[in-house]
């Protein structure tokens, strides 16, 4: 399991401090016994924009990289939290030109044979996790389920208790690794290690 910031982010450590000095905000993961102020994702001015295009461009290729050295290893199943969507939903996606640009990443990087959206409750979810303003999570949410439409491989989970999101998940891993064995040869699918694949849970 691959985390996105911790393994996949170029210079992830001196954009976190360099944001957290630029835009004064709290580092570190809220709690609800310690609720944070987290001053990033949620500004959204036009210079910064542009940055992050910049910058998310890099991070396709890290990813790229990232995708490359693990399928080349040992793991038969891979499970990269985020991906590089949480990323893209950061952006002014009700423009054309930005959804061109998405596009053009999802084609640079490899495609996932999962891409999970698990959708929360924003107020549950800033309960959960307070970080950002209940209006930002709104609008951040409305924003992965925007994403979800211009690429159309992403699977949206509504929102579910624990044990039905879990059944949700298992049942469809089985069933795409089930559809995927069913097309190889019956002395590969015999003989053979399972593929190696890519999935990504993601939480709002």
């Known amino acids: 399991m691959l985390t996105f910031w911790d393994n996949v982010v170029?210079?992830?450590r001196f954009r976190e401090q360099i944001s957290t000095k630029a835009f004064k905000g709290d580092p570190g993961v809220g709690s609800p016994e310690k609720p944070?102020?987290?001053r990033d994702k949620n500004i959204r001015k036009w210079y910064v924009t542009g940055i992050r295009l910049f910058l998310y461009m890099v991070d396709a290729f890290s990813l790229t990289s990232a995708v490359s050295r693990v399928l080349n290893g040992d793991a038969d199943i891979v499970i990269f939290d985020r991906y590089i969507y949480d990323e893209l939903a950061n952006l002014p996606l009700q423009r054309f030109t930005i959804r061109l640009y998405v596009?053009?990443?999802m084609v640079l990087v490899p495609r996932p044979d999962i891409a999970l959206l698990l959708d929360a409750d924003p107020?549950?979810?800033t309960r959960r996790k307070p970080e950002y303003p209940i209006d930002f999570v709104r609008?951040?949410?409305e924003a992965y389920l925007r994403l979800s439409r211009v690429v159309p491989d992403i699977t949206v989970v509504p929102p579910l208790p624990i044990e039905r999101t879990t059944?949700?998940?298992r049942k469809i891993l089985t069933e795409n690794l089930q559809e995927e064995c069913s097309e190889l040869p019956v002395e590969t699918t015999i003989s053979s290690p399972m593929s190696p694949h890519t999935a990504k849970p993601s939480n709002n």
Do not use: D, H, K, T
């Open 10 to 12: 170029a210079f992830s």
């Open 36 to 38: 944070i102020q987290r």
């Open 103 to 105: 596009r053009l990443l």
């Open 167 to 169: 059944e949700c998940i």
């Open 123 to 125: 107020a549950e979810a």
């Open 139 to 141: 609008r951040n949410r």
